[in-house]
């Protein structure tokens, strides 16, 4: 196991990733702060109702409860990871009267195909040994007519690209190339397809046709 994830499956972290690992990484990686972020997840998913939610590789619950606040009626959001570390701090910190939580491999999801209306994975693909099949198994979860959203890490050449390349490959995370998601989406029928790149992160999201 590579150093990040190991880290990620260390109970330290987990106890300090939502008020202090995430907010500081992430701003420096992409600018953005966590609020933008679970904002845009919300309009990116277009949550608004009875939705059933799949937030993969949810840490300690950080997105799934917010976007379980969306919801309302039937609509429930189930967080998954791999990390019993994460998912005890998930239970503590982010509770809630729509949200559950389950340890599982995003590789492996234990759910028939089109279970849910909207599925997301956020700041976790490039830690996932095959990210590409974590992806697949998302759109095969995705019901017609769902939305999917992802945010994972992107190549670039400038100089933070540089330090972001060095210390991912010291780290064991994995950089992508722009297309990678874009065209795996399009590739898997998905349309609306759209991108954002903030610094070194990108934003991908898509429907699948109803
Ligand atoms: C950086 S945290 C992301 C948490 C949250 N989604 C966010 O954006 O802040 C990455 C998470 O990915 C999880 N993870 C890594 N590989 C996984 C896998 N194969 N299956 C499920 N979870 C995985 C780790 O346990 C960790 O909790």
Known sequence: MNLARRTMNHPALAAVYERAWRPALFFAASGRTMG???????????LDGEQRVLDIACGPGNFT??????????GFAVGLDYSEPMLA??????????????RGD????PFADG??????????????????????????????GGRIAISTSVRDDSALGQVG?????????????????????????LVDVEQQVHRLLQYVSATRPA
């Open 36 to 46: 933008t972020d679970q904002r845009d997840a919300v309009a990116q998913l277009r």
């Open 65 to 74: 409860r917010y976007l379980s606040n969306a919801l309302s009626g039937n």
């Open 89 to 102: 701090r998930a239970v503590l910190d982010n509770a809630g009267p729509r949200v559950g939580y389950l």
């Open 106 to 109: 995003a590789a492996r999801l």
């Open 115 to 144: 279970t849910f209306d909207a599925v997301c994975c956020f700041g976790a693909l490039y830690l996932i040994p095959d990210p590409i099949a974590a992806t697949r198994e998302m759109v095969r979860v995705l019901a017609p």
């Open 165 to 189: 390349k060095i210390v991912g490959g010291w780290s064991g995370l994995r950089v992508f190339p722009r297309r990678t998601f874009t065209d795996l989406f399009a590739e898997l029928g």
